[in-house]
Structure formats: C-alpha cells, structure tokens
C-alpha cells in the first residue's frame, strides 16, 4: 500500500511540473487567437469616439478576457512589485487598468477601412508565442504590432505585452513609472495614477 502510495505521489508530481513549466503555444493556435482580438479593435474603431462610454466597455472587456493582467501589473512596477503589499498591488493594478482604458479608448482612432493582417507567428524562448501583424489604411503608412502570448495556468493563451512598431508596452510603462517610483515610492505613484483617472473621468 504504501509503495502504490508512493507511486501515485510521483506520478502527480510530474503532472504538476509539467503543467505548470509548459511550453510555448503552437503558431497556428496562437494566430486564430490574435485574430480574434483583432477583429475586436476593429469594432472599437468602428464605434463613434464621441460614443467613449462604450469604446471604454469594450475595451475593458477586451483587457479582463485576453490580457494577463497580473502579470502585466508585476512586469510593470519591475523591483517595487516584489516589496509591494498585497494591497498595494490590488490598488495598483486597478488604477493602471483604468489608465490604460481610458488613453487607449480615446486614442485608437476611428474606423475608415482599415485592415487587420496577420505576418507570421513564431515562438520566443520555451514559453512565448510572437504573432506578428499590421494594420494597413489607405491613407497611412501600415501600422505594425507584435503580440506576445504565453499560456497560463491553464487559463488559455493570454496576452503579456504588446510592442508597437517595436516599442514594448511593458517596457515603455516601466520606464515611466520608474521614474515615479524612485521619486516617491509605489504609494506616491498609486496616488497620482488614482488622481489623474478621477480628473478624466
């Protein structure tokens, strides 16, 4: 008994390893996914900006359901997330999220025909999946946006950053708060982020 026992115990520690080190998503499964989230920026393009109610809706609901938030608010605070209190996070993490809705909501343009079209998709490292895409428009240069998605906890694929035309979301949001943080501290820069949503609304 005790040896079948054993067994057993081996055997869900191997399945717990394997689920929780998983590998990088298959390229096919990851372009499908990115196409559906690009079909939903184009309906928030295609709402009126003078309708920002409802673009906002629509990307809050595109964030909560194919971004890693939690791992985008760690990625963003850098070190002050690892001395941060539970909290502080919470705190931080809804402040950012409300942030992010409303620049993005007033700033994505609206629609005039735009395409969304996807390049290529390739794995980076053992966890991450690129997909790799542009928006092309009649009147501009394309627009080109790199998605990096990682599968996680069982959850699904997940978007952990975004890089337009090269430029990481993560890394241009920690460059930023870093500077407040060094200034001030997490709470300092909590403060101000919660001042400026209440200012916008």
């Not at 941060?84 to 402040?95: D, M, N, P, V």
């Not at 390739?122 to 895409?133: E, M, N, P, R």
Request: net charge positive.
């Amino acid at each position: 008994m005790t040896k079948i026992m054993k067994n057993i115990f081996i055997y869900l520690s191997i399945l717990f390893f394997i689920c929780k080190y998983s590998y990088a998503i298959d390229e096919d499964l990851a372009i499908k996914y990115i196409e559906n989230v690009g079909q939903q920026a184009i309906n928030i393009l295609k709402t009126p900006i003078e309708n920002l109610e409802q673009r906002e809706l629509l990307f809050k609901n595109m964030l909560n359901n194919n971004f890693d938030k939690k791992l985008i608010h760690r990625a963003v605070l850098g070190k002050a997330a690892k001395g941060a209190t539970k909290e502080q996070l919470i705190r931080f993490g809804s402040a950012f999220d409300i942030h992010i809705i409303r620049v993005y909501a007033s700033q994505l343009g609206v629609y005039s025909n735009q395409l969304f079209i996807i390049d290529k998709a390739y794995k980076k490292g053992k966890k991450d999946t690129i997909v790799s895409s542009h928006i092309e428009h009649e009147t501009a240069p394309p627009l080109r946006i790199d998605w990096r998605i990682r599968e996680r906890g069982g959850n699904g694929p997940k978007i952990i950053d975004i890089a337009i035309e090269g430029v990481s979301l993560l890394a241009t949001k920690r460059a930023d708060f870093g500077a407040s943080i060094k200034k001030g501290g997490l709470h300092a820069l909590i403060i101000d982020l919660e001042t400026k949503n209440a200012e916008n609304k």
